[in-house]
């Protein structure tokens, strides 16, 4: 079985998912009061995002199955 751009897709977001969650637990920066809510709320958003590309990528494959 060869691996599809979706399946690489999924892959690097999913990764990518990982890095921010990471980041959110260790935050590097050091951040405090706002500054810390304002940086786990971009971080959050961004692993939304990720997580909707996924099923948005996992979706057009089940489609593709049935053509």
Same mark, same amino acid.
């Given at each position: 079985m060869t691996a599809t751009s979706e399946d690489v897709w999924t892959v690097v977001l999913y990764e990518i998912m990982m890095h921010i969650q990471k980041f959110v637990d260790t935050n590097p920066m050091d951040y405090? &009061?706002? =500054?810390? %809510?304002?940086?786990?709320?971009?971080?959050?958003?961004?692993?939304?995002?990720?997580?909707?590309?996924?099923?948005?990528i996992? &979706?057009? =494959?089940? %489609?593709?199955?049935?053509v």
């Amino acid at each position: 079985m060869t691996a599809t751009s979706e399946d690489v897709w999924t892959v690097v977001l999913y990764e990518i998912m990982m890095h921010i969650q990471k980041f959110v637990d260790t935050n590097p920066m050091d951040y405090r &009061g706002k =500054e810390k %809510k304002a940086y786990t709320t971009g971080l959050g958003m961004i692993s939304i995002l990720c997580k909707r590309m996924i099923e948005d990528i996992k &979706g057009q =494959e089940v %489609k593709d199955e049935h053509v």
